[in-house]
């Protein structure tokens, strides 16, 4: 079972950009299919991006396309979500989450990942 652990989150303006990372201990995460997800105050977790770290494949949840990114290093030991054009609906815990092999069919769906991290806070806002 993998440790999770995020970084890189904090407090930006509307239009700036964050980059966060994922890193886990455990096993290579080129192993994995690697989700990210986010939760805002009184709202359900949402699936914000899966990268199947094998092959670089990868999905976006329509509010987040042309603006988030995520890729791998190339160790394969981090993996990113570089987040440009924030908007203050993107204000969240923003968690990473490991699933063996490749992004699920449904890959914005919670319980198709096994290992998760415990989040970073990123807040939008002037």
């Known amino acids: 079972q993998l440790e999770l652990v995020e970084s890189g989150g904090g407090l930006v303006q509307p239009g700036g950009s964050l980059r966060l990372a994922c890193t886990g201990s455990?096993?290579?995460?080129?192993?994995?299919?690697i989700g990210w997800f986010r939760q805002a105050p009184g709202k359900e977790r949402e699936g914000v991006s899966c990268i199947t770290t094998y092959d670089r494949t990868t999905y976006y949840t329509d509010s987040v396309k042309g603006r988030f990114t995520t890729s791998r290093s190339n160790s394969g030991k981090t993996i990113y979500l570089e987040m440009n054009n924030l908007k203050s609906e993107d204000t969240a815990n923003y968690y990473c989450?490991?699933?063996?092999?490749?992004?699920?069919?449904?890959?914005?769906?919670?319980?198709?990942?096994?290992?998760w991290g415990q989040g970073t806070q990123v807040t939008v806002s002037s």
């Open positions: 989450a490991a699933e063996p092999g490749f992004c699920p069919p449904i890959w914005d769906l919670e319980r198709e990942y096994r290992d």
């Open positions: 455990g096993f290579p995460l080129a192993e994995y299919a």
